[in-house]
């Protein structure tokens, strides 16, 4: 059973940092792709950002320049660096590993709180 485990959520001030980790059970090249997603009170999960296993990576507009996603291949691990954060990007935060062949993989979530 492949296990995806979030860590690295947090409460941070407006304007603040934040690093999110995703440890995956398996190759992360195993998977199609892997990416973030998030979900706030009330509304629904949306993408945040994805890495391909080939190609190049995507953000959503709302995060574009702020967040950086990456990956330690030797870790099975990838990243969310999130910068200049902001209280609408208070939410529980959600690793994907979609593999095409399997299907989808989600972790836990991570609570992620801008707030002064």
């Known amino acids: 059973q492949v296990q995806l485990v979030e860590s690295g959520g947090g409460l941070v001030q407006p304007g603040g940092s934040l690093r999110l980790s995703c440890a995956a059970s398996?190759?992360?090249?195993?998977?199609?792709?892997m990416g973030w997603y998030r979900q706030a009170p009330g509304k629904e999960r949306e993408f945040v950002a994805r890495?391909?296993?080939?190609?190049?990576?995507e953000y959503a507009d709302a995060v574009k320049g702020r967040f950086t996603i990456s990956r330690d291949n030797a870790k099975n691990t990838v990243y969310l660096q999130m910068n200049s954060l902001k209280p609408e990007d208070t939410a529980v935060y959600y690793c994907?590993?979609?593999?095409?062949?399997?299907?989808?993989?989600w972790g836990q979530g991570t609570q992620v709180t801008v707030s002064s």
């Open positions: 994907l590993g979609r593999d095409l062949l399997s299907g989808n993989f």
């Open positions: 398996r190759s992360i090249f195993s998977f199609n792709f």
């Open positions: 890495m391909p296993s080939g190609g190049s990576f």
